[in-house]
């Protein structure tokens, strides 16, 4: 069908074949994907190289919209005189409107029965039209500023997963390092505003900006994206793909592990800035350096998705993700050291841990593509995104309670427990039946 936005099935993969059970009587789940087969001795697919950049490029783009108020939220509190609690609301409200969307999009099989490709391109340009809409607002108009941000955070939860669904369409060999560098991409784009900011745009400039990169990646996957080979064909709704995704044993426990990681992740890149200027402070240096330090701190996570991606596809999606999730689980713990000392150190530890934070992200996703039936990929990518971006509301708010009660230096160690679940639900799903589908067999 061309450029149009139809969805194309160019291959469909033949129908899985059954290995095994689950014992104690639970339902059978496990399954070798023929698809993974079928590509096993074929080294590149025409057009994949160009699909893998645009629609990296597209996310990216289209990501800038998480953070583009946050990242002028001070110039916002201080010219539309808003309390911290309602500065705050304009992060939140990105979270809860995403979480609202992608509850709705797994309860309703949306990511299922939309093709991946269109929802994307539709929610990159309504949530460009929510973020500049932003720029008629003012003191008096908090309430409808919320519920913009709240909108933009609907629009992302459509983006983001359709994002993994179509980058699955175009790989199977060599889906780790592909998920991981549009993992990479999302983790440049969410930082991006920050860059902005620091460039020296005000606060229309930023909104501005972000709103028309979101567009541009919209048009990115409309006009230079057509669907893979193995992209799977849209399914009409029922509610028992919703019980088949929760009886995959393989997905309940890439879940679990993505639940670890959520529990950390955005409370550390929300954060990061407050903590090392309180530790500046507390240190006796100006903190004119954390903004910067901030963006890249958050934005060296791009990097590690990327070589994650890669080495998962080379030992195992298990052995990445679990093994990031320890080291990144240690450096929660370790921030109550470099409190208060040279920024050298604060800064040195925090992009160890802003490279290992996100690096398993994809692998998680990568999982549940390998694990999930064909016809509820979709709704399984979606219901995790929705559960983990839940749970992030517990630790962004968690993070500063903790910090007004006893302190920033104590802040962050909490968020080690997450890691730490994490890595057990990985060894477990090494362990299971369902290991002989990721990563080719490397589990």
């Known amino acids: 069908m061309g450029r149009g936005m139809a969805m194309h099935v160019t291959h469909r993969p033949p129908p899985c074949r059954q290995i095994g059970n689950i014992g104690g009587g639970q339902t059978t789940f496990s399954y070798v994907h023929q698809e993974s087969a079928t590509a096993a001795n074929q080294d590149h697919v025409p057009g994949q190289r160009r699909a893998l950049f645009a629609i990296a490029g ?59 490709r269109r929802l994307f391109v539709i929610a990159a340009f309504a949530g460009a039209i929510a973020n500049l809409s932003l720029l008629a607002m003012d003191a008096g108009t908090y309430p409808l500023a919320f519920t913009l941000r709240l909108l933009t955070g609907v629009t992302l939860a459509a983006v983001y997963p359709a994002g993994l669904k179509v980058m699955a369409g175009w790989f199977v060999k060599g ?36 709103s028309a990169a979101a567009a541009a990646g919209g048009a990115l996957l409309a006009f230079l994206v057509k669907d893979g080979p193995y992209e799977v064909a849209g399914h009409r709704f029922s509610f028992r793909q919703i019980g088949k995704v929760a009886s995959n044993q393989g997905v309940r426990l890439s879940t679990y592990g993505y639940l670890g990681h959520m529990w950390e992740l955005y409370a550390m890149w929300t954060w990061t800035a407050a903590f090392l200027a309180a530790s500046s402070t507390a240190g006796g240096i100006g903190d004119g350096w954390v903004p910067t330090a901030t963006f890249f701190i958050i934005g060296i996570g791009g990097l590690g998705s990327w070589l994650a991606g890669g080495m998962a596809d080379r030992i195992g999606r298990t052995k990445i993700a679990g093994g990031s999730m320890a080291v990144s ?61 839940l749970l992030t509301l517990v630790t962004i708010r968690g993070v500063p309670v903790i910090a007004e009660a006893i302190g920033w230096r104590w802040a962050f160690p909490i968020l080690a427990v997450g890691p730490a679940i994490g890595v057990v639900a990985m060894i477990r799903l090494k362990q299971s039946p369902a290991a002989a589908n990721l990563a080719g067999g490397l589990g």
């Open 175 to 210: 889906r780790g390092m592909a998920l991981g560098t549009l993992v990479g991409a999302l983790t440049i784009g969410s930082a991006a505003p920050h860059l902005i900011r620091g460039l020296g745009f005000d606060w229309q400039g930023v909104v501005i900006a972000a």
């Open 58 to 116: 597209g996310q990216l783009l289209v990501l800038t919209l998480w953070f583009s108020a946050s990242a002028v939220a001070p110039q916002l509190e201080t010219l539309w005189e808003l309390s911290s609690g309602q500065t705050a609301g304009l992060t939140l409200a990105v979270q809860i409107g995403f979480v609202a969307g992608a509850l709705i999009s797994a309860i309703t099989g949306l990511a299922d029965a939309v093709p991946s």
């Open 329 to 389: 689980g240690t450096c929660a713990l370790l921030t109550p050291l470099v409190f208060g000392l040279s920024p050298v150190l604060a800064v040195g530890l925090f992009v160890v841990w802003g490279l290992t934070v996100v690096a398993d992200s994809a692998q998680f996703s990568t999982m549940v593509t390998e694990t999930a039936d064909n016809e509820v990929r979709g709704t399984a990518l979606t219901l995790q995104t929705a559960l983990g971006f």
